[in-house]
Structure formats: C-alpha cells, structure tokens
C-alpha cells in the first residue's frame, strides 16, 4: 500500500545524492522525485520538519534552501545538488533564528506547537531580510502558514520582538554560567 511518500520509489529509478543539511552532508539514496521532507525525516532523521498537506498549502514543512523559506513538501531531491539547507534544528545557530525562538518563548507563541517549526523558519528568513518588519511585511512574509489554533496575533507580536532583541541578549552567557 502506497502511503503517498514515496510513490515514486516503485518505479525503481533511484539515485545517490549529497544533501547538504544544516552544515552536515549526507549521502542518500532515493528517487530524484522524493521530496526533501521525506528525504529529512526517513533518510537522516530529523523530524522537527513537519507534514501537514503534502502540496505547500500549510507551511509546516517549511524549511531554508539557501537561507530562503521552501516548502519541503514539493521540493524533490534531485533540485538540492550544491544548495544548502537548513531546518529547525539548527535554526537557532544563527542571530536571526536565535532571536524569533527567543521572541517565541518570551510571547508564549505556541499553543499546539504542530505548525509552529514551519512558522518559525518563516518569521526567521523575514527577520534577516527586514531589520523591523511591518505588519504588511509579516504578512506577506507568513502568507500560507497556517495555524489551526490562531495564535496569529501572538506570532506577529514574536516577530516584531525578535526584531528589536539586540545579539548581545541572545548570545550572552546564560546566568550562572562561566563567567
């Protein structure tokens, strides 16, 4: 029975490919047609990407090509040669993706959290393109995340705060830390 994952791995084209994902290589092997989501969460573990429609409605799977937001959904493998991605996991190892996990935390965004990696991904790629984005430019920047518990509110206000959260507060030390 075909759960719609790997459709195409029946027709017995496969291939091995290098995907560059947050900073690591991995060598798999899969149909050039599997979608990178599947290609994350099957083949190198990382299941912080979520499915949500499988036809890059929702944003959950949302991820960075290239520091630029994707749906990882109907991106296929073989489109990845030489191009880098990053995903939730590693997200926060940058300035602007330590910033929105930190807004996101400080507001309380999350309510069931399923959306909220897509959502995320999203707010960080606004963050380090716009140093203080208008409530136009998150929603053009959010368009297509959908949120089934609509913390939209919440999530607009995480994204203004990450904004205006100086480096130096989300890279510091952590209290009680080495000093």
């Excluded at 309380?108 to 960080?124: H, K, L, P, R």
Aim: some cysteine.
């Amino acid at each position: 029975m075909d759960d719609g994952r790997h459709g195409q791995e029946s027709r017995g084209t496969m291939m091995m490919v290098d995907v560059q994902v947050n900073g690591v290589v991995h060598q798999v092997e899969a149909p050039p047609d599997m979608p990178l989501l599947w290609v994350l969460r099957d083949l190198i573990g990382l299941t912080g990407t979520k499915f949500g429609c499988g036809i890059a409605q929702c944003g959950a799977c949302t991820v960075h090509l290239d520091g630029h937001p994707v749906r990882s959904c109907v991106l296929p493998v073989s489109a990845l040669k030489g191009r880098a991605v990053t995903t939730i996991e590693a997200v926060g190892q940058t300035p602007a993706g330590r910033r929105v996990q930190q807004a996101w935390l400080d507001v309380d965004v999350v309510q069931c959290g399923y959306c909220q990696s897509g959502q995320i991904m999203s707010a960080t790629a606004l963050v380090e393109r716009v140093a203080s984005p208008t409530d136009a430019d998150i929603d053009a920047a959010m368009a297509g995340n959908l949120c089934r518990c609509a913390t939209y509110v919440r999530i607009r206000t995480a994204i203004k705060k990450a904004a205006m959260i100086p480096l130096a507060d989300v890279f510091a030390a952590p209290e009680g830390g080495e000093a």
